[in-house]
């Protein structure tokens, strides 16, 4: 096998027998690519180290089923597009027509080429090209259909992969895409579907179902990712969990419409498919244009930590991933609401920089006519009622107290009752001759059309080059029902969505320094396509601490905790009305990027002092927070969680014991830890912050002042006994390593 420079594009001929072997981070793609064909992936999961020529060339044969009765005569090869010509009954990649016509096009590969991205390149051997991370685009044609098309594989050093599909018009004439979508394979033993449900205040709640023949789809049809997004669905072995059991998933990186699915045929074919939900006529390709798809992102992992820890690794290693601490911040709407008094929010500022806040934002209620969510929306102009002399003396106050200052914004909305919208009818999203259903009283600004995007990011631009604004909570508060586009009505998700990436990607052109927050209604936009211009998503309005150990448990399915708006409640949670201690809601919290939603003003010198160790605590164990790898333990019993992160290398690492409810047995038993050096001894320390809580019974092993030490190996195969913990209560352990023989045993 020969190597090549990473510079170098190697171009592949497809006129043959053409395999691609990719290889990275633990897992292997083998692609077929012989005799002009559109790609099928033979192999998507664990590595295959030494794949020769002739073992590829087998796998490939013995991927194609044989012939049964009253089936096509030839062995049926799904591609990635689910191409019908191939025999393929499932639901294919492409719909779409000429007046009728090229409805079900037969593609030829034309050019295939392989960029290597890391590692030592590519080689080719006999029929087989193989490359560690690297990127493969192949090219094809329909000179009948008059369509080109491109599609790009790509697998990240982390084991990621991801793809996405170009269709051109290659002819004169129109051609309507009604969808462009791919397809990946699931192994015969995938037969169990993990994805998600929720609503507002309850986002990501996990449901498991069989894979049975036929299909199972998810669709989104709200204009933004959803709370009730499918998120990662993943089909596995069945019963798989966090530590075993393999496991593949899909995610769509888009936040308007969308589609997911995962497909069983009963010629026992299966796989994972996703695509853009295209409403009529939202795609109609003149000569030469085109229309690609959004990236989906492919995860295998053995459990879904390994799954996860992928995703986390790949989001980790991108050029614009936040790199500076993750600062603590306030947000002040559950502390203030619309009362934006001067004297009040100083004081509130006075008190966040006390307890160590980084980060100050000030939410709705600070521009127009906006004293209430009834008006005002669209007119990004600092209230001269409430503001008389600007943000100046708020922002002065709080950048002198050592923190940075934030403002709440939601640019894709407009309230009826507005500058913008009495000037601008024509802006808001509507069929034809009517207006949508109202949703919180507002309607949405049509940033696709040119005027109302200028209009939006004028006011933005004026306000970011007058005030040191550091960073943005962009919020997006309602559904985009019957999104159309004046004056035909014309639907208009597809272009909205691509505008308001194109407004943050220019802001942030524009102020290198900025930062975005993604808020939706809380949860309702936490998808890989938004925080490609994003620096972290809020992930529910929800923050009760009961409710967030199961969001942040399934959030990091797909993010990491650095990503992950985690803030501490009041003592009486706004959207649940349950009261929890400052223990519990700050134990939560700091497993996130730890913010605070209270009005501290309110707060006991005793709550005060215990919110600053807690600070100060996520401070000194940030890095490891948000740079370790996440470990979730599978529970063996339903009131008790633990989780934790442990360092790259081993050295460290933290983990919660969680106790959510009462049992029906007590004292509840042994826990084994995961994710240890078993060759390195460990001193554990109990570093909760704050006084030990009302339930705590420490078992007799239970570390003292200097600690307990044990190696690595006898936490993960014989384990420790659960403290005992009233329902709501936490303990967190600090896991220092050393080699058995170091000074530090």
């Not at 018009?169 to 129109?174: K, R, V």
């Not at 695509?275 to 000569?287: D, I, Q």
């Not at 004081?347 to 709705?364: C, M, N, P, W």
């Not at 972290?536 to 448990?553: A, G, K």
Request: aromatic share 8%; hydrophobic share 40%.
């Amino acid at each position: 096998m020969t190597a090549v420079s990473l510079e170098e594009v190697r171009v592949l001929d497809p006129a043959g027998p053409c395999r691609v072997h990719l290889r990275s981070g633990g897992v292997s793609v083998l692609i077929d690519l012989s005799d002009h064909q559109l790609p099928s992936v033979v192999h998507w999961g664990a590595e295959l180290p030494g794949l020769g020529p002739e073992e590829a060339a087998v796998l490939t044969a013995a991927a194609v089923p044989h012939l049964s009765a009253n089936s096509v005569d030839v062995p049926i090869r799904p591609d990635m597009l689910g191409s019908l010509h191939t025999g393929w009954t499932g639901r294919p990649g492409v719909a779409g027509d000429r007046n009728g016509a090229a409805w079900t096009p037969r593609f030829h590969v034309t050019q295939v080429e392989l960029v290597p991205t890391a590692g030592p390149g590519a080689g080719t051997d006999g029929s087989l090209t193989s490359a560690g991370p690297a990127t493969l685009t192949v090219t094809a044609t329909d000179a009948q259909s008059g369509l080109g098309l491109v599609i790009e594989l790509e697998l990240a050093a982390a084991g990621l992969l991801r793809t996405r599909a170009r269709l051109t018009n290659t002819a004169e004439g129109d051609y309507r895409v009604q969808e462009l979508g791919l397809i990946l394979p699931l192994p015969s033993r995938a037969r169990e579907i993990l994805d998600f449900a929720g609503h507002w205040g309850a986002e990501r709640t996990p449901q498991r179902s069989p894979l049975p023949v036929g299909i199972h789809l998810r669709e989104g049809r709200r204009g933004r990712t959803g709370a009730d997004a499918a998120y990662v669905l993943s089909a596995g072995e069945p019963g798989f969990g966090f530590a075993d059991g393999q496991v593949w998933g899909l995610h769509i990186g888009f936040s308007g419409n969308h589609r997911a699915w995962a497909e069983r045929l009963s010629n026992g074919m299966q796989v994972l498919g996703g695509s853009e939900l295209l409403l009529p006529g939202e795609v109609v390709l003149g000569a030469g244009e085109d229309y690609s798809t959004p990236w989906l992102y492919g995860v295998w992992g053995n459990g879904l930590d390994d799954q996860a820890a992928r995703l986390h690794a790949w989001l980790r290693a991108r050029p614009q991933h936040p790199s500076r601490p993750r600062p603590v911040t306030l947000n002040v709407w559950e502390a203030v609401y619309f009362d934006h008094r001067l004297d009040r929010l100083t004081e509130l500022a006075d008190r966040a920089a006390e307890v160590g806040v980084e980060r100050f934002v000030l939410d709705d209620g600070w521009f127009g006519s906006r004293r209430d969510d009834s008006s005002g929306l669209g007119d990004w102009v600092v209230s001269a009622d409430m503001w008389p002399d600007g943000l100046d003396p708020l922002i002065s106050h709080v950048r002198s107290r050592g923190m940075e200052f934030g403002l709440w914004f939601e640019p894709e909305m407009v309230n009826p009752d507005s500058d913008v919208a009495r000037a601008h009818p024509e802006w808001i999203m509507a069929p034809a001759g009517r207006l949508p259903v109202s949703s919180r009283q507002q309607q949405v600004l049509n940033i696709g059309m040119p005027g109302a995007y200028g209009h939006v990011r004028d006011q933005m631009v004026a306000l970011l080059e007058r005030y040191p604004i550091a960073y943005i909570k962009w919020d997006h508060n309602r559904d985009l029902i019957e999104a159309g586009t004046q004056p035909d009505g014309r639907p208009g998700v597809h272009a909205q969505t691509l505008a308001a990436y194109r407004l943050m990607a220019e802001l942030k052109e524009r102020f290198p320094d900025l930062e975005i927050e993604s808020c939706s209604s809380g949860g309702a936009r936490v998808d890989l396509g938004v925080l490609e211009h994003t620096d972290r998503v809020w992930t529910s309005d929800n923050i009760d601490p009961l409710e967030r150990q199961r969001m942040h448990r399934w959030t990091q399915q797909l993010i990491p905790p650095e990503l992950m708006g985690s803030h501490i409640a009041s003592l009486r949670s706004h959207t649940t009305g349950r009261m929890h201690t400052l223990h519990f809601r700050a134990g939560t919290a700091v497993w996130g990027h730890l913010g605070i939603e209270w009005d501290l003003t309110e707060a006991t010198p005793e709550e005060t002092r215990e919110l600053a160790e807690w600070v100060k605590f996520y401070k000194e164990h940030r890095a490891l927070l948000h740079g370790g790898r996440m470990v979730r333990l599978d529970s063996f019993d339903p009131s008790l969680q633990i989780h934790g992160v442990v360092d790259p290398s081993g050295s460290q690492a933290l983990f919660a014991v969680v106790r959510t409810a009462v049992s029906d047995i007590e004292p509840l038993g042994r826990f084994t830890f995961r994710g240890l050096d078993p060759e390195r001894s460990y001193r554990l320390r109990d570093v909760t912050p704050g006084p030990a809580p009302q339930g705590f019974r420490p078992p007799p092993w239970w570390p003292a002042e200097d600690g307990a030490v044990l190696t690595g190996r006898a936490l993960e195969q014989v384990g420790v006994h659960v403290p005992g913990l009233l329902p709501d209560e936490v303990r967190i352990l600090h896991l220092d390593g050393f080699s058995p023989d170091s000074a530090q045993g």
